[in-house]
């Protein structure tokens, strides 16, 4: 079946340094991928989406691609901020298993000061 | 903005009560879910349903049921709560039965049974 696995947290930033996080994906066919982010005590949002093989997803200066080639759809921020702190979940939608979505277990980040 | 509200955010309830737990969401989707989240186990879908009276188990529906009867309306109930039950439980919708839309979650019902 389908499976997404994300890099292990927790991940600890200072402030303005470059976030990546790791997310790669099982599935069948030609899935949708997604970022969520949690904040402390909150559900989740949808940060970014791609629907397609070399899309690339944007949102609030987060970025992520979309590598059919490697199966990967990985986080990345040039400059992060103390407000993105929170926990990150990769996702997949396919087309098998009508529109229900797969997540990995979620990455925590810590950025301080 | 679609909107998705869980009518609490905090529960605290007895072993054996039967809980209701209700979300609504104000955009018209078609398709409605219940997570629970837990430290170390992620997110786990216990029912989802696309459509109205239609419901279908997720990967852990035991001690779980739920009830669609409007399109906005999607209801969780705890038979008989169990301190395993213990939880924070998130609701979701999207649109139509196509995979490319992402969820919409609220914003989760951390529920104690004692």
């Known amino acids: 079946g389908d499976s997404v696995t994300q890099m292990e947290g927790p991940v600890t930033l200072s402030e303005e340094a470059f976030l990546t996080i790791n997310c790669t994906y099982t599935?069948?066919?030609?899935?949708?991928l997604f970022w969520y982010v949690q904040y402390p005590g909150e559900g989740l949002q949808l940060l970014l989406k791609a629907t397609k093989a070399d899309d690339k997803g944007s949102n609030k200066g987060f970025e992520a691609t979309y590598r059919k080639e490697t199966t990967s759809f990985h986080l990345e921020k040039g400059s992060v901020q103390v407000s993105d702190s929170a926990v990150y979940f990769c996702?997949?939608?396919?087309?098998?298993?009508?529109?229900?979505?797969?997540f990995g277990d979620g990455t925590t980040l810590t950025v301080k000061p | 903005d679609v909107k998705v509200t869980q009518s609490s955010r905090y529960l605290v309830k007895r072993t054996g009560e039967k809980v209701f737990l209700e979300c609504v969401q104000d955009?018209?989707?078609?398709?409605m879910f219940w997570y629970r989240q837990d430290p170390g186990l992620g997110l786990r879908l216990i029912y989802f349903?696309?459509?109205?009276?239609?419901?279908e188990k997720g990967d852990i529906p035991e001690g779980y049921s739920v009830s669609r009867e409007k399109k906005e309306r999607f209801s969780l109930i705890l038979e008989s709560a169990s301190t395993n039950q213990t939880s924070m439980y998130l609701c979701?919708?999207?649109f139509g039965t196509g995979f490319s839309y992402g969820y919409t979650f609220g914003s989760g019902t951390r529920l104690t049974v004692v």
């Open positions: 955009m018209d989707h078609e398709n």
């Open positions: 979701a919708s999207s």
């Open positions: 349903s696309y459509d109205v009276k239609m419901k």
């Open positions: 996702a997949l939608s396919g087309n098998t298993n009508a529109g229900k979505s797969t």
């Open positions: 599935a069948t066919g030609y899935p949708s």
